[in-house]
């Protein structure tokens, strides 16, 4: 299975700019996710990869080869859409095996490889339906079998879950992650669903504004996040401001101590990000300890979410919910840490 | 799944219920009234005037006599003399609304499909340009086509004055015109011919093409034709086998309502078209208006019409369902 490289790949909209000039490499047999808010340029970078948006500037390379300039139905990566983008007046077989029949395979052989595609997205039995009788998880999984019918050399995937509701989209994460580790094809999903994006992926590229803002495994982009958007769109966090006074950070009356120690030079401002599940609740007093109250208790069900009135300001912690009652109030006085090692220093945003 | 479960309650009314009145007895009778006096009664009077009797000398009166159909068919000398005049007449009525509607549609379609892919904007152009063509009458556009084909001072005159004549003598396609009947000795030309007569009626009929088109191309969903481009469809293949099959009974239906219009076409059939080809609108009106008078004859001629139409539509309605059926 190949991979995709990208050069300098850039794309303009008049005067906007939707991509600024991007260095990326999708690597075989990956499943990498662009993420980021809708407007980030994510959704313009795949279809520039799957020919249906020229680039105004830069390359494209599929293993080595630069197919910059070839079209889409040259480059022939399967690609899933928002809105499935199925065939109404064709029945589920007929979809799966559209690609074949207009590139000339027989009727026998077509109907043979769309069972089979078929069965791998767990429909067997659905091939005489058509698309308007199908539930909309069913169409996604006609959709992702015709675009695979071809065998792509890339599989693309543009906010595949977005149409669907939210229990049968987390299974549906799971089953395409399963299918592409079976099939080990090189895959780009597009998404705007940090959750979706931390399930299925083996790298995520974070985006922002055209530019990418951090590439890496689900794990270091959720715990080290590179800048401070990367670290509020990922996950729940606290943000807390202080600044730089020898080495530790100044936050109201408090003195936080912090594991990372990038140069800041004395009296920056700073702010500080702590992950809420890495925050302790403790007995005493010690390092990075404060008093808090609490003011409201959130049940997830599998955890407590605890937000809290602070010394250095609103916190918000959670406790995985191990006895099914929370043993904490509303109303209570609890003490806090936040080690060291959980916090994260980034310079504050401008004012 | 949520759309799934929101159809299944709405279809069930919930128990205890009644099914809420769908119209208001008062909307349906004014709808009655309407339907029966605007639409039964005249055309019930026009099957009765059918079978009067023409007065010569005089106007007609009512009877039951089915020589207006006779003549129709056979002509008033039958069994002596037999003539197809009438048949000729609603032949060339199906001839002329047949080419011209499928021309319409031809051309506009292609159109349509380039403008649904436009910006929002420029297809609100186009619409509102078409729109105000469409107020164009009959009469007026059928004036200006006169104007441009007629031999002495339209496109002829044009072909002879840029020696687009003389071009065509030499180069041999003027013996092939003058076969097809576009062009006398001397110039091309344009009329009387059948060509005038359907180029005319299809451009009449073009805006409505457009505008009964447009609705169904542009509910075409673009990522469906993206869909295709990246499973390897080049652009022709696109437009082939999903955007024609997707609008295909917008197509049929386009074609039969612009049909049906153009079965009655008159100005652009007594201007262009060649009198011994001329239709049975033309015929009727002659009959019921013109110099013959003769209402009982014309009511005949525009039942016969009408039924034979019916039964056109009836025909490509029932290879509609069957191609339906088949897929």
């Known amino acids: ?351 | 799944m949520t759309t799934t479960v929101g159809v299944e309650s709405s279809t069930t009314p919930p128990p205890g219920l009644a099914p809420p009145q769908r119209r208001l007895p008062l909307a349906n009778t004014i709808f009655c009234v309407v339907v029966v006096s605007f639409c039964i009664i005249p055309f019930l009077l026009v099957i009765a005037i059918s079978f009067g009797e023409k007065i010569e000398g005089a106007a007609w009166r009512w009877s039951f006599d089915h020589s207006n159909y006779l003549r129709f068919f056979v002509g008033a000398d039958w069994p002596d003399t037999r003539t197809t005049l009438y048949i000729r007449r609603l032949w060339f009525s199906f001839y002329y609304a047949i080419i011209a509607s499928v021309l319409a549609v031809a051309t506009a379609f292609p159109f349509a499909y380039v403008m649904s892919r436009q910006s929002r904007r420029s297809q609100t152009l186009w619409l509102v340009f078409l729109l105000s063509a469409v107020s164009l009458s009959e009469v007026f556009v059928v004036m200006g086509w006169d104007i441009l084909l007629s031999n002495r001072s339209g496109l002829p005159m044009v072909f002879k004055e840029t020696g687009l004549t003389d071009w065509l003598k030499t180069s041999g396609w003027f013996e092939v015109l003058r076969e097809w009947g576009l062009a006398n000795p001397r110039n091309v030309r344009f009329k009387p011919t059948d060509f005038a007569t359907i180029v005319t009626m299809s451009y009449l009929v073009w805006p409505y093409a457009v505008i009964l088109l447009y609705p169904a191309l542009a509910r075409i969903d673009n990522s469906m034709l993206e869909a295709a481009r990246t499973m390897g469809a080049p652009p022709l293949t696109v437009l082939r086998t999903v955007v024609l099959p997707s609008v295909r009974l917008p197509v049929i239906g386009t074609t039969l309502i612009l049909f049906v219009f153009l079965l009655g076409s008159y100005v652009a059939i007594t201007v262009f078209a060649h009198p011994s080809r001329q239709t049975l609108a033309v015929s009727v009106y002659d009959s019921v208006r013109g110099a013959t008078m003769n209402a009982p004859f014309g009511a005949a001629q525009a039942i016969v019409l009408l039924i034979t139409a019916v039964l056109v539509l009836l025909i490509v309605w029932m290879i509609g369902r069957r191609t339906e059926a088949l897929q």
């Open chain 1, 1 to 351: 299975m190949p991979g995709v490289s990208l050069q300098q790949i850039n794309k303009q909209f008049g005067n906007d700019t939707a991509v600024s000039p991007t260095d990326l490499e999708f690597n075989d047999g990956e499943l990498t996710a662009l993420l980021g808010p809708s407007g980030c340029g994510k959704t313009t970078l795949i279809r520039m990869i799957a020919g249906l948006e020229t680039p105004s500037g830069g390359r494209i390379l599929l293993d080595g080869q630069n197919i910059t300039d070839q079209p889409a139905h040259i480059r022939r990566f399967g690609m899933v859409f928002q809105s499935f983008a199925l065939f109404p007046h064709l029945t589920v077989t007929d979809n799966v095996g559209y690609s074949l029949k207009i590139n000339g395979v027989g009727k026998e052989q077509r109907e043979q490889r769309a069972q089979e595609l078929l069965d791998l997205v767990q429909m067997p039995q659905f091939g005489k339906r058509r698309i308007g009788e199908l539930s909309g998880g069913q169409r996604q999984r006609v959709a992702i079998a015709r675009a695979l019918a071809q065998q792509p050399s890339i599989f693309l995937l543009d906010e595949p879950m977005s149409a669907l509701d939210a229990k049968l989209r987390e299974e549906m994460q799971v089953e395409l992650r399963l299918l592409q580790q079976r099939l080990g094809i090189t895959t780009i999903v597009v998404t705007h669903d940090q959750r979706e994006a931390m399930t299925m992926a083996d790298r995520i590229v974070v985006m922002k504004k055209g530019q990418v803002e951090q590439v890496g495994t689900p794990d270091e982009i959720y715990n080290n996040p590179a800048s401070l958007f990367v670290a509020s769109f990922i996950g729940k966090a606290n943000f807390i401001n202080g600044i730089i006074r020898r080495g530790t950070v100044i936050v109201g009356n408090n003195e936080l101590a912090t594991a990372d120690k990038p140069g800041f030079i004395d009296g920056s401002s700073v702010t500080l990000f702590s992950r809420p599940e890495r925050c302790r609740i403790v007995d005493n007093t010690g390092e990075n300890t404060m008093r808090g109250e609490v003011t409201y208790v959130r049940n997830v069900g599998s955890l407590f979410e605890y937000h809290l009135t602070t010394d250095i300001g609103p916190l918000i912690i959670e406790k995985p919910n191990l006895q099914g009652n929370s043993p904490i109030t509303k109303g209570q006085q609890i003490l806090v840490q936040l080690p060291a090692d959980s916090i994260k220093t980034f310079p504050a945003l401008a004012a």
